[in-house]
C-alpha cells in the first residue's frame, strides 16, 4: 500500500476527511471530527512508512503479539493506539484494510448516537 492508495481508502469511508492538524507533516483522517489514522509524510518519502489506528485494548495486546511490526502507538495512548511499520513488510494489505476500518469503526462506536446516524 503506498501513500495515495491509503489516502483514498480512508477518504471512501463515509464522514471521512483529511486535515494537518498538528504539521505539514502529519497527515490525519477523521471521522466525524474524530481521528482514527495518523502517518507521517516525512517517514512515507524516507521509505519508513507507518500509521497510527486506534484498536480495541485486548485486540492491540493480540495484534502485537501476533505481529512485530504492530507495536504501541508512537506519541499516541499505548492502551489505545498501535502504529503498524507498513515498510517492514510484515503487514499484507488486506490486514493493513481490516485494521483501519478497525480503527474507524471503533471511533464511531465512541460518537454520540446522533452523530453516529449521521453516517446512516
Known amino acids: 500500500m503506498n501513500i495515495e492508495q491509503l489516502r483514498n481508502y480512508c477518504l471512501s469511508k463515509k464522514g ?3 486535515d494537518f492538524p498538528f504539521d505539514q507533516d502529519t ?6 471530527g474524530k481521528m482514527f489514522v ?14 497510527n489506528l486506534k484498536a ?6 493480540e495484534l502485537r503479539v ?12 499505548k492502551k489505545h493506539w498501535n502504529t ?9 494489505p488486506q490486514l493493513v484494510k481490516e485494521l483501519i476500518d478497525h480503527s474507524y ?8 448516537k ?3 446516524d449521521t453516517l446512516s
Open 16 to 18: 471521512v476527511t483529511e
Open 27 to 32: 497527515l490525519v483522517f477523521k471521522v466525524l
Open 38 to 51: 495518523l502517518a507521517s509524510l516525512k517517514k512515507w518519502e524516507q521509505g519508513e512508512a507507518s500509521i
Open 56 to 61: 480495541d485494548p485486548e485486540y492491540s495486546e
Open 66 to 77: 501476533n505481529y512485530n511490526s504492530i507495536r504501541p502507538g508512537f506519541h499516541m495512548s
Open 84 to 92: 503498524l511499520y507498513l515498510h517492514e513488510g510484515e503487514l499484507h
Open 105 to 112: 469503526n471503533m471511533v464511531i462506536k465512541g460518537l454520540a
Open 114 to 116: 446522533k452523530l453516529r
